[in-house]
């Protein structure tokens, strides 16, 4: 047996791993205990099909990658709840900034 070693990582939407789950399974893999859990769990959770856009427009307002998937996969709707995902970012934003991110948010998520 091979023992594997994680040697990078990068920050996923949860739109993408249904993706990557749904390409596994079309093409014949069998999902373990563990990607079926996950595919269960992003199924719930996925607020944001049109993720690639989303994440698209919020890394165009110059937010770091890790806060723009935290948004996406999240999908705050209120500046309230947005504050605390900003955590990653060297200052929180302006107001007028987090209000831009609100609305890209609005344009390109489904709300709950």
């Not at 399974?25 to 859990?37: H, K, M």
């Not at 919020?58 to 605390?84: C, H, Q, R, W, Y």
Request: proline share 4%.
């Amino acid at each position: 047996m091979t023992s594997l070693k994680i040697t990078d990582y990068k920050n996923v939407p949860y739109g993408k791993i249904l993706d990557v789950i749904k390409e596994l399974l079309l093409s014949g893999r069998e999902l373990d205990q563990i990607a079926l859990r996950v595919n269960e769990y992003v199924n719930k959770f996925n607020k944001c099909n049109n993720y690639e856009s989303a994440l698209k427009k919020l890394l165009e307002l110059g937010l770091k990658d890790v806060t723009a998937v935290l948004i996406v996969n999240i999908v705050p709707s209120t500046i309230d709840e947005l504050k605390p995902l900003m955590n990653f970012e060297s200052d929180v934003p302006s107001k007028d900034k987090l209000e831009e991110i609100i609305k890209v948010i609005k344009s390109e998520c489904r709300q709950s």
